[in-house]
């Protein structure tokens, strides 16, 4: 059975987030002053060819291997049909 | 009241999407061979200082000015305490 997943990646809360500082002053300027804070990462929608018992744990070794820098960046691993967990 | 929200943007489905092809590619190649298809998008989460009524409404002009290039990406918006809505 197929199965789609999200993976959500976000620099850890103690790093600088450059980009979504930028964005904040960016909203800002463009008149969305109730904007206090942007953080910025990425998002991956991944379509498995068939759900194993242990699909969460393959998409998180899926981002310890490739998708996510995990010295500065967290991950959360999200089922899209029904069920989530990090 | 202070507010998050979660904004995602993905390329359109009839878009190429060349970092998610590569991604699934990469995956392949380290013994994910289930993986059959990524898409690779961005995600945003956004602070706000009070909650308006029309939140969702605000959110999603941010996308249409700034977030995203509405051409070639779709968004979607969701308030991450309690509610979600497109």
Redesign the interface.
Known sequence: M?VKARI???PRPEILDPQ?KA?TG??GR?G?G?????????????????K?RNVEK?LA??CE???ANTLIEDYSVELLDGGAKK
Do not use: N, W
Not at 34 to 50: H, N, P, W, Y
């Open positions: 197929a959500t990646v976000y979504g964005i960016a909203l463009l969305f109730q904007v206090t804070d942007v953080r910025a990462g990425k998002s991956f929608e991944i379509e498995l060819s068939k194993g393959v070794q899926m291997q490739l998708l």
